[in-house]
């Protein structure tokens, strides 16, 4: 065999060889593909289950000023349904407010069928009703014990509050007292005392003669520290001995942001 018969031969060995590997190569290129496809479903799953935390902290990335807006969707019967729909939020503030201003109404006939106007005060400012008891119609003097004349009218505007339990958010009830000496603050000890006596008794007994729910009912003891009045006259510090209750009604958008009970425990 010459050189070039010899040459001639390797040369078609050689293509040969080549062409019996080259069925690997469209393997190579599925197999890429294949996992671009798996990343790519990858990718798309976990966009699709980020968390609301998560997404809050993206966004405040790129814009700490952001403000979180409450979504209204479509539909159905939660928190986010529809306020076209019957029964919806807007319906139900609607019937809150409703029911807070007809117990404004009715206290407000109360307090003029008994002819306790010198003593009793009702005034509303918007989803609140405040109302303001002279200590004559609930304590004797630097007592905290409740007078048996004052148990009926509590009787009365336990009942109203009652009716409008549903609508009711908060029922707060402060202690005040007067500076018995103008020139020289209470003592501390007492003034606070007293003052928080008396609110916390008048909580008691709207908590057993009413059905607004306990965790709604708030006592606060306030003392000297907000007066009404000046103390330098009789008639002014009568005017700052005092229990105030606040009723506030439910707004449902603040407790969807997290109401009153977030506090609380199951």
């Given amino acids: 065999m010459t050189d070039g018969e010899r040459g001639k031969a390797a040369l078609k060995n050689l293509k040969g060889k080549k062409n019996r590997g080259g069925g690997a190569n469209w393997m190579d290129t599925y197999g890429d593909m294949v996992t671009l496809l798996l990343c790519f479903f990858v990718l798309l799953y976990s966009m699709s289950t980020i968390s609301e935390e998560n997404w809050k902290a993206l966004v405040m990335s790129f814009n700490p000023l952001a403000t979180e807006t409450l979504t209204v969707t479509p539909g159905g019967d939660g928190p986010n349904a529809d306020a076209d729909e019957a029964g919806g939020p807007v319906d139900l ?6 029911d807070i201003e007809e117990l404004y109404q009715e206290l407000t006939a109360f307090v ?10 009702v005034t509303k400012d918007g989803g609140k009703i405040y109302i303001s008891f002279n200590q004559v119609v609930f304590f004797d003097g630097d007592s905290p014990v409740l007078k048996e004349e004052a148990k009926p009218i509590l009787d009365t505007v336990s009942e109203m509050l009652s009716n409008a339990a549903e609508s009711i958010d908060e029922v707060r ?11 020289r603050p209470n003592n501390v000890e007492t003034d606070r005392t007293l003052a928080s006596q008396r609110a916390t008794n008048v909580v008691i007994y709207v908590q057993e003669h009413s059905e607004v729910d306990p965790a709604r009912l708030v006592s606060e003891g306030i003392g000297q520290w907000r007066p009404v009045a000046t103390n330098d006259t009789v008639e002014g510090r009568a005017q700052n001995r005092r229990v105030e209750m606040i009723v506030s009604g439910r707004d449902l ?3 969807l942001q997290g109401g009153i009970l977030q506090y609380t425990t199951e």
């Fill in 173 to 183: 009830v402060l202690g005040h007292t007067a500076q018995a000496n103008p020139k």
């Fill in 253 to 255: 958008e603040q407790e």
């Fill in 112 to 121: 003029a069928q008994a002819g306790e106007q010198s003593n009793i005060s």
């Fill in 93 to 98: 503030q609607k019937q809150i407010d409703e």
